[in-house]
């Protein structure tokens, strides 16, 4: 079955770190670019960050650039974000999809994670 597992939840203070984890299931992981995104309360859900199928390039937003670091295992099948200096407005369901941003590639949105920052 081709899905996409989130996991890696937590909560923590402001400053804190988490780890995501993003495992794929179904398809040729190496074959596709991955992105993490991310939804909070009453928003529409954003672009976080993207990897290339290789790992050889990563784009991430503004707000997030010099904390979050986003990486691979192409053995594994999955892919992760490394989430430092945490602040609560980075308080959000994380999902994880394939492909960088194109329809084509995209699979049914999954369960996603929750991170949890407080002041």
């Known amino acids: 079955q081709v899905q996409l597992v989130e996991s890696g939840a937590g909560w923590v203070q402001s400053g804190g770190s988490l780890r995501l984890s993003c495992a794929a299931y179904?398809?040729?992981?190496?074959?596709?670019?991955m992105t993490w995104y991310r939804q909070s309360p009453g928003k529409e859900r954003e672009f976080v960050a993207l990897?290339?199928?290789?790992?050889?390039?990563?784009l991430y937003t503004v707000s997030v650039k010099g904390r979050f670091a986003i990486s691979r295992d192409n053995a594994k099948n999955t892919m992760y974000l490394q989430m430092n200096s945490l602040k609560p407005e980075d308080t959000a369901v994380y999902y994880c999809?394939?492909?960088?941003?194109?329809?084509?590639?995209?699979?049914?949105w999954g369960q996603g994670t929750q991170v949890t920052v407080s002041p």
């Open positions: 990897i290339t199928d290789i790992g050889d390039n990563m």
């Open positions: 999809n394939r492909g960088l941003g194109d329809r084509a590639s995209r699979l049914a």
């Open positions: 179904g398809f040729t992981f190496s074959a596709y670019g």
